[in-house]
T-cell receptor
Framework: QKEVEQNSGPLSVPEGAIASLNCTYS??????FFWYRQYSGKSPELIMS????GDKEDGRFTAQLNKASQYVSLLIRDSQPSDSATYLC???????????FGSGTKLNVKP | EADIYQTPRYLVIGTGKKITLECSQT?????MYWYQQDPGMELHLIHY???????EKGDLSSESTVSRIRTEHFPLTLESARPSHTSQYLC??????????????FGAGSRLTVL
């Protein structure tokens, strides 16, 4: 079983819509969760981090964490074509120094 | 703006050559990592380091080796490159944020092609 699971997509949404990206993780002791964005041919860049159950908002982005259900989600409001990228979910497990990444969900925002 | 630097950005070499991919960070981070990523595929951790003179193998077996003689420098070496080593290699380092968690920052990557 993979540490982090994501739907590979592609997820297509029209410009201005809400994009919803989901991620599940297998290790119940995981404490830190991250969303990275990766444009084609580029390296990943951090969008959001979340450590407590509930929602965390930053501009158009909202991360949601539910530790009981072991899932993390990312909502992107007012999606723009520039948001088109692959979104990677990452988790730090009980071995606190290692980051595990999901395979990523490709998002296409259509003008 | 990232303070982690990788060179070369692109490298095309022949089979059997020895190559070293350089990675340096100016942030004083103790933890550094090497990930391998094929186009459109997921990231795989191949090496990591907790600090000077500390290196560990990651979850994906790799024929490469690493060293950590200085905090800021974490080079990756392939003694004899093969076409199967063709990939993108991403270096990263991590720091504690104010709320006690690690945040991982990536360099721009080194794209290796072995003919």
């Amino acid at each position: 079983q993979k540490e982090v699971e994501q739907n590979s997509g592609p997820l297509s949404v029209p410009e201005g819509a809400i994009a919803s990206l989901n991620c599940t993780y297998s290790d119940r002791v995981s404490q830190s969760f991250f969303w990275y964005r990766q444009y084609s041919g580029k390296s990943p860049e951090l969008i959001m981090s979340i450590y407590s159950n509930g929602d965390k908002e930053d501009g158009r982005f909202t991360a949601q964490l539910n530790k009981a259900s072991q899932y993390v989600s990312l909502l992107i409001r007012d999606s723009q074509p520039s948001d088109s990228a692959t979104y990677l979910c990452a988790v730090i497990t009980g071995n606190f120094n290692k980051f595990y990444f999901g395979s990523g969900t490709k998002l296409n925002v259509k003008p | 703006e990232a303070d982690i630097y990788q060179t070369p950005r692109y490298l095309v070499i022949g089979t059997g050559k020895k190559i070293t991919l350089e990675c340096s960070q100016t942030m004083g981070h103790d933890k550094m990592y090497w990930y391998q990523q094929d186009p459109g595929m997921e990231l795989h951790l191949i090496h990591y380091s907790y600090g000077v003179n500390s290196t560990e193998k990651g979850d994906l077996s790799s024929e490469s080796t690493v060293s950590r003689i200085r905090t800021e420098h974490f080079p990756l070496t392939l003694e004899s490159a093969r076409p199967s080593h063709t990939s993108q290699y991403l270096c990263a380092s991590s720091e504690y944020t104010g709320d006690g968690a690690n945040v991982l920052t990536f360099g721009a990557g080194s794209r290796l092609t072995v003919l």
